[in-house]
């Protein structure tokens, strides 16, 4: 059973940044696509960026120019570099995984933007 776990959540003072991580638990190769989504308490939750397995990156119009999806295939570890950070990016942030048969959620990691 692949699992993820995300870190690097924290408060962090507009302007600032942050780096997000989600290990898996296995290997990553098999993932076709690889995600991070955020999602505010009461709203649903919003796509934020897309890192597929050709090395094709996507993002949102909020955060685009200011945030970075990579991977590191040696490590099993996609990363968020989050930059010129604002309160509006206060969210949980969440990894997923999709490989051929199905979906794969990590439990989220808290980022609060606040002075």
């Known amino acids: 059973q692949v699992q993820l776990v995300e870190s690097g959540g924290g408060l962090v003072q507009p302007g600032g940044s942050l780096r997000l991580s989600c290990a898996a638990s296995?290997?990553?190769?098999?993932?076709?696509?690889m995600y991070w989504y955020r999602q505010v308490l009461g709203k649903e939750r919003e796509w934020v960026a897309t890192?597929?397995?050709?090395?094709?990156?996507v993002y949102a119009d909020s955060v685009k120019g200011r945030f970075t999806i990579s991977r590191d295939n040696a490590k099993n570890t996609m990363y968020l570099q989050m930059t010129l950070l604002k309160p509006e990016d206060t969210a949980i942030y969440y990894c997923k995984a999709n490989d051929i048969s199905r979906a794969y959620w990590g439990q989220g990691t808290q980022v609060t933007v606040s002075s």
């Open positions: 890192f597929t397995s050709g090395g094709t990156t």
């Open positions: 296995g290997s990553i190769f098999s993932f076709t696509v």
